[in-house]
């Protein structure tokens, strides 16, 4: 079954800690995203991927990083640096990305608490 | 800033009727139109697309209306399901190429 898998479902996170969010997809996209959604609001763009070995930030960057080692997987870390962790958050994957218009898919998301 | 307005946080209709969700976006040059379906505790699920060299698109049982010249896009369900009760988000393509997201309008169904 082909899809995005997002882990753990729930996170918790103490002071001074980074943690780490996996996002794993099997549709062989290039292209890879990470969103935060908060109660009421839209998703905010984090960071994103076109390609293996390079992404871009996002409109709230700060305090997160990626990496994009492998075509399948772009796992998050929110750094001790995020004062304001609690969010939800979504990984999403595209065919490809920038000027060509496709659909995003997400996965189920990660919710994540402060401890 | 690149937005979404027009937002109505909360939808109800009664079970059987049909239902209009209605976004206005900022960029008139953007060229590119989704809607998303998200349930609680889950991640969107994408309904239907649009370009902007349309003005009107059909799925099963949805309907995705574009009107360029006020910058407007609608969101129209057919015979409405306790299913389809859920979150609807509308989103565009911005400037640099990434997707701009209303707030999005909870859909509540009437017995």
């Known amino acids: 079954d082909g899809g995005i898998t997002q882990s753990p479902k729930y996170l918790f996170r103490k002071e001074g800690q980074n943690v780490t969010l996996s996002c794993e997809q099997n549709l062989n996209h290039d292209a890879m995203y990470w969103y935060r959604q908060d109660p009421g609001q839209g998703l905010r763009l984090i960071y994103y991927?076109?390609?293996?070995?390079?992404?871009q930030k996002g409109d709230i960057a700060e305090g997160y990083s990626v990496s994009r080692e492998k075509k399948e997987s772009f796992p998050l870390t929110v750094t001790s640096a995020q004062k304001n962790p609690t969010a939800f958050y979504l990984c999403?994957?595209?065919?490809?990305?920038?000027?060509?218009?496709?659909?995003?898919?997400f996965g189920d998301g990660t919710r994540l608490s402060i401890l | 800033g690149e937005s979404v307005g027009l937002h109505l946080p909360t939808l109800s209709v009664q079970e059987g009727d049909n239902s209009i969700i209605n976004c206005a976006y900022s960029?008139?040059?953007?060229?590119?139109f989704i809607w998303y379906k998200q349930e609680s505790g889950k991640g969107p699920q994408f309904i239907i697309d649009i370009r902007s060299n349309m003005d009107k698109r059909q799925g099963q049982r949805v309907t995705v209306l574009l009107n360029k010249t006020v910058k407007h896009l609608s969101l129209q369900i057919a015979a409405t399901q306790p299913g389809d009760s859920a979150v609807y988000f509308c989103?565009?393509?911005?400037?640099?190429?990434?997707?701009?997201w209303g707030a999005g309008t909870k859909l509540i169904i009437k017995p």
């Open positions: 999403a994957s595209s065919t490809t990305g920038g000027i060509t218009n496709q659909p995003q898919h």
């Open positions: 960029n008139s040059a953007s060229d590119y």
């Open positions: 989103a565009f393509k911005g400037s640099n190429y990434q997707l701009i």
């Open positions: 991927s076109q390609i293996v070995n390079d992404f």
